[in-house]
């Protein structure tokens, strides 16, 4: 038993180093967040929960190798979203790359956007753009008699080239999906991406006050920061590309 006259226990600061275990921890779990996060991957022309992860898989190893890669692809998939946003909205869209920054920003915290595209009764979005770039329209060829019988076996993911075509000449075969219709489909929404930029960025926050205070920072924090900015700015390209959809729209 503690003697009666021992001197209360009183609020102890955490220490100033940082354990192995508590190190490698932190680190491998920012690392995984980050790209298990970030990774979007492409409607699948065929529905199947399995192959959707192992692809999804497969990509978290190439971001992990070489996350400059998943960066450019993210980087590239939204300048291909922003030409099919510019055929849907001619009055709205820009070349410009802050543009359609600002133009996804608005989208995200509801400060308008397209009023009339031309498309139907839903206005066009970067969501939009999104999900038909990322293979979300495929033509039902099991049904198509003006199809070769070699042909009429599954399903014929259409383009984004093929979108842009049928925007200009014949809007009205493709389906008027709403903004809530393709988010329903979609496994994050704007909450959830938030909470794991917090997240992130609280990593990357305190690395930095470690680093201006004189204390040691280790490889393993540096290469997981590289990591985390490059995650971080995948995630800004496909903010509005909706997240892990497998099952697309069909188009009979």
């Not at 991957?41 to 978290?60: E, F, T």
Request: charged letters at 15%.
């Amino acid at each position: 038993m503690s003697n009666i006259s021992d001197p209360p226990v009183n609020w102890q600061p955490d220490p100033d180093f940082c354990g192995t275990f508590n190190l490698v921890s932190t680190c491998l779990t920012t690392l995984l967040l980050c790209l298990w996060s970030a990774v979007h991957v492409d409607v699948p022309s065929h529905s199947g929960k399995c192959r959707g992860l192992w692809v999804r898989v497969g990509w978290i190893s190439v971001g992990l190798v070489t996350p400059e890669t998943l960066l450019f692809i993210a980087y590239r998939q939204w300048t291909i979203a922003g030409e099919i946003f510019a055929v849907a909205n001619p009055f709205e869209a820009s070349t410009k790359p802050w543009h359609r920054l600002s133009l996804q920003l608005k989208e995200y915290l509801k400060w308008g956007g397209p009023q009339d595209s031309g498309y139907g009764e839903h206005p066009w979005t970067m969501m939009h753009s999104y999900y038909a770039a990322m293979g979300g329209f495929v033509f039902d060829t099991q049904t198509e008699d003006f199809l070769p019988a070699s042909y009429r076996n599954g399903r014929a993911v259409i383009t984004p080239e093929g979108i842009q075509f049928l925007l200009r000449n014949q809007p009205d075969l493709l389906p008027d999906l709403s903004v809530e219709e393709i988010s329903d489909q979609s496994k994050a929404n704007g909450l959830s991406k938030s909470v794991v930029v917090v997240q992130v960025t609280f990593f990357l926050v305190n690395c930095i006050t470690r680093k201006s205070q004189g204390l040691p920072v280790t490889l393993l924090e540096v290469t997981t920061v590289a990591h985390a900015l490059c995650s971080l700015l995948a995630y800004a390209f496909w903010w509005n590309k909706p997240l892990s959809i497998t099952h697309p729209t069909l188009i009979r």
